[in-house]
Each structure stands twice: as structure tokens, then as C-alpha cells.
């Protein structure tokens, strides 16, 4: 059995009954990192794994991650995606080896049991034994013997997959608000452009803070601010599903000329940086509503993103209490011009480990984590916007952070 | 200006080969203001994972065509960029100078990048290899085109100085 020692979660203090006040022991104690693999990541939640678009073709795979757990995503030929773990139901290697491809079945390369492409055990070399010799038990059934499955579903290309039986089906754990930002960005085919792999040293959940936080991105990141592409000064909103589990945050570029003066008292403006080249900063609008910026952070591990024309989506993976890797999938849309194509190329300088706008995020999760390996009953302090987990019609609050850790509370079992 | 064709090899290769430390000096000694006049004007300098470059996906951690947006990267990481102060000491081995293609030098080498931060540990960061087209420039040898494939696809935290 998989039984995993219950942390005491009571020894952990939560000043406050909601998620205003957070014990810095959430972000390092390795109990509790073992209890989220087992009540999120294990638990009743979808975890996004792929686009559709990465494997299109019957036999494609990918290799990935729910939570820490590796996992293969296929494509079987009846077009059918199926996820498993990565684990031959041998003696437990991985079958799969690298990070994509395309195959006619998996096999394990150390005894060849061989799987087809939905997980189901088809071949086991020496099964009736050599020469009357050795071989299987005579009541080896090859059924009872293939690979872990998950749940799978789909909305609108985008995969997630789910270690539970219970969790209600896809969309309705999505709920109306992200199915609907979903909806936009992937309105049309996509064409995937390429990956990135970021991997920062520190607790996951400090990055599910960060991108349910509006507050920062224009005090943080100065060249975002400095050149417009977002402020909170703009119009923008930051709204939750009805659970407080999943955010958006959305901002309009344009929105806020003559309207920086609050900015007097950062150190945003304190600069007389211009580009010698702005076409990195040259786009063509992709939707005709005015947004310009959405970061949807779907519980536990996705962010889909649209910073002016750059579109992505994130893959969260956490690899141990004080690291995670962050897999950057940038696509654009399968009818883009040469042009669009130049413009998402040049965009990308905005965006993943080296963005000229995102960079920030993987230093302000590790100063943070190098900062409270210690006092773990000590907490942080999230009032901006009035210290309750509320949506906004504004940016200059942490309402979502504090829904996030509400949500977090009731899932892994600590009392209110 | 130089006449390539007039150079023999080894004065080619020597040429390229000071062009190549130039480069790798001025950003390890922290001259990073001097790294864009090693392009021209029209130049390309990108950045890319090799898992990219090998499926022949244009996903870049940078990319540049322009040398204003050479200067634009140092501007912002001097101004605008925070992250923590770190060195980087460049290696650079197997210099081919595979030809001249139309008034270009076609030049394939190997790079290690080792980091530095401040607690003092050196550390593997990147590795991978330059793929450069060279010219003469009344200034000497220049970059028209620079692509840094990187083996190293996972990025430790984050990518703020030019490989």
C-alpha cells in the first residue's frame, strides 16, 4: 500500500481562520510536501499535462509530470488520449525515455514487455518460457498487468489528467469563468512554436502566489511598467471561480494615460530607459475585447497566458519542497501570417527564463524561499485589497492569493 | 577592410579566433555596453534550446535582429531587469572555421558557461555551441549572424546575460 505517514498539521499555526496569514512551514516542511502529492496532486484535481496540439498524431506521446509523478501522454490510433504512469508493471522502469515521439507501442527496454498506446499490456517476451523451461506463472492474465491509468478529458486542446475517480468531470471542475478565458484564447487551431524549461529553487506554491498576484507585476517588473504593457494603474480585473481555487487577472494596455501619478512613490519611473528598438514591442491585436494581458491560474498546476501577443501555457512540476520546474509551451494560431509569425518570434523576448518581463518571477520565488527556512510558525501578510479573498475590478489587490490558500486549507484537511 | 580571400587560413582562423575572445571577454569582465558593437548593425543573435533548434521550432529565449536590440537586453538589465548578481567565465574550445560563403565566415564552436553567485560556488550553468556568420567591417571582424543552440534546455532560475 501506498500509505503515507499523515503530517501533523495541527503543528503548524495558522494565526487567522482564512489565508490572509500563511506559516512559512507550508513552503518547507517535506510532511506536508508529501501529503499534497497525495491530497492534490493524488487527490480530487485535474492536473493539465498537454495540448492536443503537441501530439496530433496517432502514436505521438509526451513525457510529463502529475505533480511528481511521471506520466505518459499518447495518442492511440483511434484518436483517442490516454495517460499512464511512466512505470513498466514489471519490475518498475520507466518505458518511455524521452520527452516525445512517436511510436507503434511502448516497451520497456529492460525485459521488453511491450504496451500498446491506451496502456494495456500486449506482449511479455519468454511468457511460455524457453525450451519447456522457465516462463510465467500458468495463470498469468496480461488484463491485470498494464500500465497505471489515469483519467483523461480534454477541453478545448488542452489535456489534464487525474489520478481520481471522484473528481467531478473536466469542465465542471473548470467552472464557467476559466472555460470561458479558455474559450477565448483557444478559439482557434494553435500551432505549438517551441518549450521552455525554468527551474526554479523553491516551493511550488510560492509561484501559484505569484501568478495569482497583480499587485507586483508592475512594481516587480520595472519593463513591463516602464513601456505600459501592464500597470496597475490600467483597467483590469482579478476574479475566482466559485471555489477560489482557479484566478484570472486581466489588464488593457492604453487604459491608463495620465492616470501614473500613484506611481511617484516606487522606484518604476525612477529611470530614463528608452529602447533603441521598439519593434520588440510592435504587435497586431489577436481579439477585438481590449485585453491585452490574462494570466488564468487553474488550480493546481496550469497557467495559460496572453501578454500582448505572446500566447502559452505554463506547466507547473513540483520536484521536491524547495524546487519546481516550470515548462514554459509557447503556440501561436495555425493561421498566422508571416508577419504574426514575426511578431509572436520577437515577442518571445518578453516572455519564460530569460522574458524581459518575466524573468523576476523565478528571483522573487528564491529570495523568498532562502528567507524562511526558519521561525516556520512565522507568517506572511496578504491584506492588500482589504485582507479577504474577493474578486476586484482593479489590480492593486491579493484577494486571489487569499482565496488560493483558503482553497489549499479545505483540501489538505486543515481546520478552518 | 580585410580581403577574406586574401587570407590564408591560419590568419583567418586567428582572426575569428580574437573575435571569439573579444566576445566571451566583454561579457565575463562585465563590459557588457561593448558586447552589441561585436554585431552589425543588421545582425541576429538568437538564443535557443537545442530541444527546439533539433525540431525545427522557432521558440528562442532570445532574439534579437537588431544590434539596437543588443543594447536594448543591456539597458534593461543594467536599468529595469532585478536578479542577483552573479559572474559568468565563459570556455570556449573547438573554433572551426568551416569556410567562407559569400562574403560570410561560416564558424562552428563549443561554449561552457560556469556561474558564479554570491555565496561563491561555481556552477555548470549552460552549455552548447555558437553557430556565427562573420564579415569584415571597417572596424574589423563582426557578427552578422550569431545562434547559441544550448544543450542545457532547463534553465536554473533565469537567463539575464547574454550567453
Request: proline share 7%.
Given at each position: 500500500m501506498n500509505a503515507i505517514r499523515e503530517p501533523a498539521l495541527g503543528h503548524l499555526r495558522w494565526p487567522t481562520a482564512g489565508g490572509s496569514q500563511v506559516p512559512y512551514g507550508v513552503f518547507t516542511d517535506p510532511a506536508i510536501y508529501e501529503l499534497e502529492q497525495q491530497r492534490l496532486f493524488r487527490g480530487d484535481a485535474w492536473s493539465f499535462v498537454a495540448l492536443e496540439a503537441e501530439i496530433p498524431a496517432s502514436g505521438d506521446y509526451k513525457s510529463t509530470f502529475v505533480g511528481d509523478s511521471p506520466v505518459v501522454v499518447s495518442r492511440a490510433e483511434d484518436g483517442s488520449i490516454h495517460a499512464y504512469v511512466n512505470r513498466c508493471a514489471h519490475r518498475g522502469a520507466a518505458i518511455c525515455r524521452e520527452l516525445r515521439g512517436n511510436v507503434q507501442n511502448h516497451t520497456c527496454v529492460y525485459h521488453q514487455w511491450a504496451y500498446d498506446l491506451k496502456g494495456n499490456l500486449i506482449g511479455v517476451p519468454f511468457r511460455r518460457g524457453l525450451n519447456g523451461q522457465g516462463g510465467m506463472p500458468a495463470d498469468f492474465d496480461m488484463k491485470k498487468h498494464g500500465l497505471q491509468k489515469l483519467r483523461v478529458d480534454a477541453y478545448a486542446g488542452l489535456v489534464f489528467a487525474t489520478f481520481s475517480d471522484s473528481v467531478e468531470p473536466l469542465q465542471d471542475y473548470l467552472g464557467p469563468m476559466p472555460c470561458k478565458a479558455i474559450d477565448r484564447i483557444m478559439s482557434r487551431p494553435i500551432t505549438v512554436l517551441g518549450d521552455q524549461r525554468q527551474y526554479v529553487a523553491g516551493n511550488w506554491k510560492l509561484y501559484a502566489e505569484n501568478t495569482r498576484d497583480p499587485y507586483h507585476a508592475s512594481l516587480l517588473h520595472l519593463f513591463h511598467c516602464t513601456f505600459g504593457l501592464y500597470r496597475s494603474s490600467q483597467k483590469g480585473v482579478s476574479v475566482m471561480d466559485a471555489k477560489r481555487r482557479h484566478s484570472m487577472l486581466t489588464a488593457m494596455r492604453g487604459t491608463d494615460e495620465g492616470k501614473v501619478d500613484g506611481y511617484q512613490d516606487t522606484r518604476t519611473y525612477n529611470t530614463d530607459f528608452t529602447l533603441a528598438d521598439p519593434s520588440v514591442l510592435a504587435g497586431k491585436p489577436d481579439?477585438?475585447?481590449?485585453?491585452?494581458l490574462v494570466i488564468l491560474a487553474v488550480f493546481p498546476n496550469l497557467v495559460v497566458q496572453q501578454i500582448a501577443n505572446t500566447l502559452a501555457v505554463r506547466q507547473i512540476i513540483p520536484r521536491g519542497v524547495d524546487k519546481f520546474e516550470l515548462v514554459w509551451t509557447q503556440f501561436g494560431y495555425a493561421d498566422d501570417d508571416s508577419e504574426m509569425q514575426a511578431i509572436r518570434n520577437k515577442q518571445g523576448?518578453?516572455?519564460?527564463?530569460?522574458?524581459?518581463?518575466?524573468?523576476?518571477d523565478g528571483e522573487a520565488v528564491e529570495i523568498v524561499h532562502r528567507s524562511i527556512i526558519r521561525d516556520q510558525d512565522q507568517t506572511s501578510y496578504i491584506a492588500m485589497g482589504g485582507e479577504q479573498a474577493k474578486d476586484a475590478e482593479h489590480l492593486v489587490t491579493e484577494g486571489s492569493i487569499i482565496g488560493f490558500w483558503e482553497y489549499y486549507r479545505e483540501v489538505m484537511g486543515w481546520a478552518a | 577592410m580585410l580581403d577574406l580571400s586574401a587570407l590564408v587560413p591560419v590568419d583567418l582562423h586567428y582572426q575569428v579566433s580574437k573575435l571569439l575572445s573579444d566576445y566571451v571577454e566583454c561579457i565575463d569582465d562585465d563590459?557588457?555596453?561593448?558586447?552589441?558593437?561585436?554585431?552589425?548593425?543588421?545582425c541576429l543573435y538568437q538564443v535557443i534550446a537545442r530541444e527546439n533548434a533539433d525540431r525545427g521550432l522557432p521558440t528562442s529565449a532570445m532574439y534579437c535582429d537588431s544590434r539596437g536590440m543588443l543594447r536594448d537586453r543591456v539597458v534593461a538589465l543594467r536599468h529595469a531587469n532585478i536578479y542577483a548578481k552573479h559572474y559568468y567565465r565563459h570556455v570556449l574550445s573547438n573554433v572551426n572555421v568551416k569556410g567562407v560563403q559569400d562574403g560570410e565566415v561560416l564558424v562552428q564552436s563549443n561554449y561552457v558557461v560556469l556561474q558564479t553567485l554570491v555565496e561563491g560556488d561555481t556552477k555548470v550553468f549552460n552549455a552548447g555551441k555558437y553557430l556565427d556568420r562573420i564579415v569584415a567591417t571597417p572596424d574589423g571582424l563582426r557578427f552578422k549572424r550569431k545562434v547559441v543552440v544550448f544543450d542545457t534546455y532547463r534553465i536554473p532560475n533565469l537567463l539575464v546575460t547574454p550567453l
Open positions: 481579439f477585438d475585447d481590449g485585453v491585452t523576448n518578453l516572455i519564460g527564463p530569460a522574458g524581459l518581463i518575466s524573468m523576476e | 563590459r557588457l555596453e561593448e558586447w552589441p558593437q561585436l554585431f552589425v548593425e543588421d
